[in-house]
């Protein structure tokens, strides 16, 4: 049936509200909660004039010096596909195997011979990462802090990797680096008035504070989207991006 604490209403009272199953709670704050379907994913901005095709269920993408690092890394990974003739984009689970020119997945269907890839152009569309958190209505008041981290891998290319946390859809602040493989985001959001949320991030500079719509009286759902500027280069998330309510 999941459990149950007491939040703040508008008016000063005090009432019930359920918790997601997937709540950490250590005393009365914070809670902790990890991002539900979520499963290691990988979004590739391929070279232009990719092609692929699929043969007994794996989709295997010609894409000369395609950045993704060969071997075991990120074999396993949810990949996104851009999209060609026979196969929609989205997310597909998952990458079987990588080679310098090559990157094979996982997508059950029909046979299909080479075709142009995203219509033979780079991938630089911000795109949702898998998996979210869900913020109760009225679980947190015009004083809480909503912390979200997540562990990042990328291409070491110059092209720009941007991590951007979103509230029902409507996209924050990004974090961008270009040249490390390894990174942890973080940031962290305000709740600046009853329908305002600020963003501030930590390990990066901004001027100001940018601020979003946030309803804290209605149930809001959190996300993370990744983009990636140039073509050869990729933005990679290894554990479930976490929400810390403080």
């Not at 043969?55 to 690092?69: E, K, L, Q, R, W």
């Not at 011979?113 to 995203?118: D, E, L």
Request: glycine share 12%; net charge neutral.
């Amino acid at each position: 049936m999941g459990s149950f604490i007491h939040v703040y209403t508008d008016g000063g009272g005090i009432r019930e509200a359920r918790v997601p199953d997937n709540y950490m709670g250590y005393g009365s704050q914070p809670f902790i909660q990890d991002f539900l379907g979520f499963k290691k994913c990988l979004l590739a901005s391929l070279v232009t004039n990719s092609t692929a095709v699929r043969a007994s269920g794996i989709v295997t993408i010609t894409a000369t010096a395609h950045g993704i690092p060969t071997g075991s890394t990120y074999v396993g990974f949810r990949f996104f596909y851009p999209g060609s003739a026979g196969l929609a984009s989205g997310w597909y689970d998952s990458i079987t195997d990588i080679q310098t020119n090559t990157i094979s997945f996982s997508a059950p269907g029909a046979d299909f011979g080479s075709q142009s890839v995203n219509g033979a152009a780079a991938y630089t569309t911000q795109t949702i990462f898998p998996g979210s958190a869900i913020v109760p209505a009225n679980f947190i008041t015009d004083l809480s802090v909503i912390r979200i981290a997540s562990n990042m891998g990328a291409g070491t290319t110059a092209a720009t990797k941007t991590w951007r946390p979103a509230i029902n859809g409507n996209t924050l602040s990004g974090i961008s680096g270009t040249t490390s493989a390894f990174s942890v985001r973080e940031a962290l959001l305000t709740v600046m008035t009853p329908t305002t949320v600020g963003m501030f991030t930590i390990g990066a500079t901004l001027n100001g504070v940018i601020q979003g719509t946030f309803d804290r009286t209605t149930e809001s759902t959190i996300t993370v989207a990744g983009t990636v500027s140039a073509a050869a280069d990729f933005i990679a998330c290894f554990n479930a991006p976490m929400i810390q309510l403080m």
